[in-house]
């Protein structure tokens, strides 16, 4: 090996690994995947986690549907679902982000498919 190839070596394995040192630092919001199912109530069109509180849905039509298809129906988020953090994901490492992103299971709050993984 030449000294050009050491010290190509060298610069691209110290970058590596300082690239996953701040990768530990950086952190990703993990968002909800269109695919996801939600509960959606048609007459205040809002849109529910499927582990909704009971007063979401009292007294109201409910039916279930994915998020992107609630999306282009006009429905919005319940406000209270918002509160509790239910459409938010799970914060990830920034290499854990692109493992997931590589096919790789990382712990998430909903599965390929969408199904909520609570």
């Given at each position: 090996?030449?000294?050009?190839?050491?010290?190509?070596?060298?610069?691209?394995?110290?970058?590596?690994?300082?690239?996953?040192?701040?990768?530990?630092?950086?952190?990703?919001?993990?968002?909800?995947?269109?695919?996801?199912v939600?509960v959606v109530?048609?007459?205040?069109?809002?849109?529910?986690?499927?582990?909704?509180?009971?007063?979401?849905?009292?007294?109201?039509?409910?039916?279930?549907?994915?998020?992107?298809?609630?999306?282009?129906?006009?429905?919005?988020?319940?406000?209270?679902?918002?509160?509790l953090?239910?459409?938010?994901?799970?914060?990830?490492?920034?290499?854990?982000?692109?493992?997931?992103?590589?096919?790789m299971r990382?712990n998430?709050?909903?599965?390929?498919?969408?199904?909520w993984?609570?």
């Amino acid at each position: 090996m030449s000294r050009n190839q050491k010290i190509i070596a060298v610069i691209v394995i110290s970058l590596i690994v300082i690239g996953f040192f701040l990768s530990i630092y950086i952190t990703v919001e993990e968002t909800i995947p269109g695919n996801a199912v939600v509960v959606v109530t048609l007459e205040d069109k809002l849109y529910h986690s499927i582990h909704f509180d009971r007063i979401c849905v009292e007294g109201r039509t409910a039916n279930t549907m994915t998020l992107s298809e609630a999306l282009a129906d006009g429905y919005k988020p319940h406000m209270h679902d918002q509160e509790l953090g239910y459409f938010k994901g799970n914060r990830r490492f920034l290499f854990h982000h692109l493992l997931s992103k590589l096919g790789m299971r990382v712990n998430s709050r909903w599965d390929k498919n969408g199904d909520w993984l609570w």
